[in-house]
């Protein structure tokens, strides 16, 4: 038996392809983070993606950072949770971002890791050039030089409250 998950939303009832539940790593080598780039698309996001039903969080960025970057990684620590919502294609879609702090050995900050999909990309900025890239969700923007100047305490950050605007359309 399929079950399917309907939630509501301002009247309208939605799917739940609109949902997503995402691990996130941030990768920082020597003052550098690691972002990714979906091709043709004017954000950046951490790399990670989708859990599947039944996988950790911590296991499913070890599967993806895999696919994504073809190597191996380890978690280092939790970081915290940012609910996200953005529109596209007149749809409103929902996230849950866990971010874990992790380290790839073998990455090479010289130079942008090679991606293994073809519709993303990968590349190393400046902590301070966050917003320039525009890092979405966009509250990892202030969460990331806090964590970089030694908070370590847990985030947790949501835009689920706020209108849609520029700022949060994904």
């Not at 539940?21 to 003052?31: K, Q, S």
Request: charged content about 25%; hydrophobic content about 35%; some cysteine.
């Amino acid at each position: 038996m399929e079950l399917i998950l309907n939630f509501v939303i301002n009247g309208v009832k939605k799917m739940g392809s609109n949902f997503h539940h995402l691990a996130r790593g941030i990768i920082i080598n020597n003052d550098k983070i690691l972002l990714a780039h979906a091709i043709g698309h004017k954000n950046t996001f951490f790399p990670g993606g989708h859990i599947e039903f039944g996988e950790s969080a911590p296991e499913a960025l070890k599967r993806e950072i895999e696919e994504e970057i073809g190597l191996s990684c380890y978690i280092e620590g939790y970081l915290g949770l940012v609910e996200h919502k953005w529109e596209k294609d007149k749809e409103l879609h929902c996230e849950i971002n866990q971010a874990f702090k992790v380290k790839v050995p073998e990455m090479d900050v010289l130079k942008s890791p090679t991606s293994r999909e073809s519709h993303i990309e990968f590349y190393w900025v400046s902590v301070n050039e966050l917003k320039k890239h525009n890092l979405q969700p966009y509250p990892f923007q202030k969460l990331i030089p806090k964590f970089v100047s030694g908070d370590e305490s847990v985030w947790w950050e949501s835009t689920l409250n706020y209108e849609l605007d520029e700022d949060n359309i994904g």
